[in-house]
Nanobody
Framework: QVQLAESGGGLVQAGGSLRLSCAASGRIVSWAVMAWFRQAPGKEREFVAH????????YYADSVKGRVTISRDNAKNTVDLQMSSLKPEDTAVYYCAVMLAPRLGVTTPRSYDFWGQGTQVTVSS
């Protein structure tokens, strides 16, 4: 069993920055895919970024590319999301997720095995 706990959300003005962190308990092998998704009110959960291994495989959604950086510390079982140049449309609950064995559909929520409870990010205009 894997448990994920996100932190770092909050209220920030447009153009500002936030760093989200996700700590995982339980054994996660280095080749597992760890990802961030987000869900705004009334919208479906959408992919933000994923990372596999030590970072040899990283992918970002077009909506955040150039503004966010995902990183991972396999020794600490953590994955971070550094976000900058935030926009009001980035407002959402941000979730950390893990896919224990790589499979197709890294941008699809149902492909992931475990999820955190989420952390709220609110960007004011």
């Amino acid at each position: 069993q894997v448990q994920l706990a996100e932190s770092g959300g909050g209220l920030v003005q447009a153009g500002g920055s936030l760093r989200l962190s996700c700590a995982a308990s339980g054994r996660i092998v280095s080749w597992a895919v760890m990802a961030w998704f987000r869900q705004a009110p009334g919208k479906e959960r959408e992919f933000v970024a994923h990372i596999r291994g030590r970072g040899e495989n990283i992918y970002y959604a077009d909506s955040v590319k150039g503004r966010v950086t995902i990183s991972r510390d396999n020794a600490k079982n953590t994955v971070d999301l550094q976000m900058s140049s935030l926009k009001p449309e980035d407002t959402a609950v941000y979730y950390c997720a893990v896919m224990l064995a790589p499979r197709l559909g890294v941008t699809t929520p149902r492909s992931y095995d475990f999820w955190g409870q989420g952390t709220q990010v609110t960007v004011s205009s």
